[in-house]
């Protein structure tokens, strides 16, 4: 069975503060994706990164892409509220599967 | 350009009823997802389709529990005989090439 283990599962911390989720597997993945949800709604996409060692920033929001193409993190820097979510790391093995962590629940206290 | 549609947004049922949830992925996206997320869970797979064809539907319960996504109209998710833990946020996405997005999700509850 693949499994995708994100952690921490929960996390508050204040506004201001810089932070990591992370999203772990034994199993190689030809892309990893990342996606934020909020309650009620479905899950938008946030990054794919394919390259193993990638790097890609999207404003204080940077992930990295593991070496081996087993694992990424997440890295926030200067959280905000609005950063408030449940964030979720998917891979694709093969040609069709995906698979999804359970996501790290982040909560941004003002 | 609209994006995955999902409807209805929210449906009850009361048990032992049949549930329908509809799905209409981006246009020019003929693969079709279906997720199933309990509350404070992450997102488990349930089927995936190509159009006329289940390409995989190794996460589907073996019973009361079908989809397709027909040649014309919606793919659609069907749920036989609703039982209380079939409430759940069931969600679609659909994809081009190498990354689904996602409709807003159909909450189920069933009474």
């Known amino acids: 069975t693949q499994l995708l283990e994100q952690s921490p599962q929960f996390l508050s911390i204040q506004e201001g503060e810089n932070l990591t989720v992370y999203c772990n597997s034994s199993?190689?993945?030809?892309?990893l994706q990342w996606y934020r949800q909020e309650p009620g709604e479905g899950p938008v996409l946030l990054v794919t990164?394919?390259?193993?060692?990638e790097v890609k920033k999207l404003k204080r929001l940077t992930f990295q892409f593991g070496d081996a193409r087993k694992d990424s993190s997440l890295h926030i820097t200067a959280a905000q509220p609005g950063d408030t979510g449940l964030y979720l790391c998917?891979?694709?093995?093969?040609?069709?599967?995906?698979?999804f962590g359970k996501g790290t629940r982040l909560h941004i206290l003002p | 350009n609209a994006g995955v549609m999902q409807n209805p947004r929210h449906l009850v049922r009361r048990r032992g009823q049949e549930a329908r949830l509809r799905c209409s992925p981006m246009?020019?996206?003929?693969?079709v997802y279906w997720y199933r997320q309990l509350p404070e869970e992450g997102l488990k797979f349930m089927v995936y389709?190509?159009?006329?064809?289940?390409?995989?539907e190794s996460g589907m319960p073996k019973e009361r529990f079908s989809a397709e996504f027909p040649k014309e109209g919606p793919s659609i998710l069907r749920i036989q005989q609703v039982v209380r833990g079939d409430s759940a946020a069931y969600f679609c996405?659909?994809?081009?090439?190498?990354?689904?997005?996602f409709g807003p999700g159909t909450r189920l509850l069933v009474l």
């Open positions: 199993s190689v993945f030809s892309s």
């Open positions: 990164v394919v390259t193993g060692g």
């Open positions: 246009k020019g996206h003929s693969h």
């Open positions: 996405a659909s994809s081009g090439q190498e990354t689904q997005y």
């Open positions: 998917a891979g694709r093995v093969g040609d069709d599967k995906i698979i």
């Open positions: 389709l190509q159009k006329e064809n289940i390409i995989d």
